[in-house]
């Protein structure tokens, strides 16, 4: 018996965009944990708890997808002071392992 897919397990990510890497393959800009659900950087900076996270960007140019709280945190938290955006991204780099291994067990089936 087939049953209907919620919508909230539909994840909306460009045609570009790489395929999801394996868990433990490098991290490849492919978006899918990020759109997903949110990590503790969303919860606790943006007050996301549901959905694809707002930080995540689109980079045609690199066909990524990247965080753009790494990327420039204060255009997503405007009340960061600039003299510390650069200590808070490699903070938020190490808190959420950017660019190491593929930790999401979501999977993406293009359709």
């Known amino acids: 018996m087939q049953t209907q897919r919620d919508l909230s397990d539909v994840i909306w990510l460009q045609v570009d965009a790489p395929a999801k890497p394996s868990l433990g ?3 490849n800009g492919c978006g899918v944990c990020c759109a997903a659900e949110t990590c503790p950087v969303s ?5 996301q708890w549901r959905g694809s996270c ?7 140019d690199l066909k990524q997808y990247r965080c753009g709280m790494l990327l420039h945190a204060s255009h997503y938290l405007p009340y960061l002071p600039r ?5 808070f991204q490699r903070w938020i780099r190490r ?3 950017a660019d190491t291994a593929c930790d999401s067990p979501s999977e993406a089936v293009p359709k």
């Open 25 to 27: 393959e490098a991290c």
């Open 43 to 47: 919860r606790v900076f943006l007050w």
């Open 54 to 60: 707002r930080a995540l960007e689109w980079h045609a």
């Open 83 to 87: 003299s510390l955006e650069a200590r």
């Open 95 to 97: 808190w959420i392992a």
